[in-house]
C-alpha cells in the first residue's frame, strides 16, 4: 500500500517546479527592467535611512554570484556593484532587509542564529544520513545496516530544525522582503513596485515549497525504512 505521504510528495514537487518556473520568468523580466541607478547605491541608501552608519558599524557589501546575507560575518553579497536591473535592485535590498532584521533585534537574532546551525546539522548531516539509507535499504537486512533506533533519533532532530526552519527561518524571510517592499514603495515608480511584490512573493513560495517537500520527503523515507525493514 502507497503511504498518504507519498501523494502528498508528488503534489508539493509539482507545485515547487511550478513555482520554480515563475521565479526563472520573473527573473528574466527582472533582468530587462533597467534603471538609473546601481542596485548597490540603493541598498547603501536604505541602510543609510534606517540609521546605518559604515563608518562605525561592522557591515561589509560584497560582490559575489548570488545575492545572500552572511549573519555570522554581517555580510551582504550582491551580484556586482554596477548592475541596475529592478532584478538587482529588489534582491539586494531584500538581503539588506535581513541585516537590517537580524542587527536591530538581538532576540530574534539569537533564534535565527540557532535556526540557522540547527538546518545546517539537517542539510550537512541527517538529511544525507536519510539519503544514504535509501540506498544501502535491503529487505533482508536493513536492520543490520541501520540501526531504526539512531534513525528515531535523527528524525527527532529532523522534525524540530524543520519546524523551527518553517516557523523562524520563514518568518524572517518574510520581514526581509516587507523591509525592501518598504523603501521601494517609498522610492520607485510603479512598475518597479508591481515587479518586486511579485518576484519577493515568488521567491518566498520558492523557499517555503522546497522546505515542506524535505520536511515530508523525510519522515516518508524514515517511515518505509521502517515499516518494510
Known amino acids: 500500500m502507497i503511504p498518504l505521504g507519498f501523494y502528498l510528495l508528488i503534489i508539493i514537487a509539482l507545485m515547487a517546479l511550478g513555482i520554480e518556473v515563475v521565479v526563472r520568468i520573473l527573473i528574466y523580466k527582472g533582468k530587462k527592467i533597467n534603471l538609473q541607478t546601481r542596485a548597490y547605491d540603493a541598498l547603501r541608501k536604505m541602510l543609510t535611512l534606517r540609521g546605518i552608519d559604515f563608518k562605525s558599524e561592522d557591515i561589509q557589501i560584497i560582490e559575489s554570484k548570488r545575492h545572500s546575507y552572511h549573519p555570522l560575518q554581517n555580510m551582504i553579497r550582491i551580484r556586482g556593484f554596477d548592475l541596475k536591473t529592478g532584478f538587482d535592485h529588489t534582491l539586494s535590498l531584500h538581503e539588506g532587509g ?130 518494510y525493514g
Open 98 to 227: 535581513h541585516y537590517l532584521s537580524l542587527t536591530q533585534n538581538i532576540q530574534k537574532r539569537k533564534r535565527f542564529m540557532f535556526t540557522l546551525s540547527m538546518v545546517a546539522i539537517n542539510r550537512i548531516i541527517i538529511i544525507p544520513i536519510f539519503i544514504i539509507a535509501v540506498f544501502v535499504f535491503d529487505d533482508n537486512q536493513s536492520h543490520l545496516l541501520i540501526d531504526p533506533l539512531l534513525l528515531t533519533i535523527l528524525l527527532t532532530f529532523f522534525v524540530i530544525a524543520s519546524a523551527l526552519r518553517l516557523s523562524i527561518g520563514m518568518s524572517e524571510e518574510y520581514n526581509a522582503s516587507r523591509i525592501a517592499l518598504k523603501h521601494i514603495d517609498q522610492y520607485y515608480e510603479k512598475t518597479v513596485i508591481k515587479y518586486a511584490k511579485r518576484q519577493l512573493l515568488a521567491c518566498f513560495y520558492q523557499q517555503l515549497s522546497q522546505a515542506l517537500f524535505i520536511t515530508i520527503a523525510i519522515p516518508l523515507i524514515y517511515h518505509i525504512i521502517i515499516l
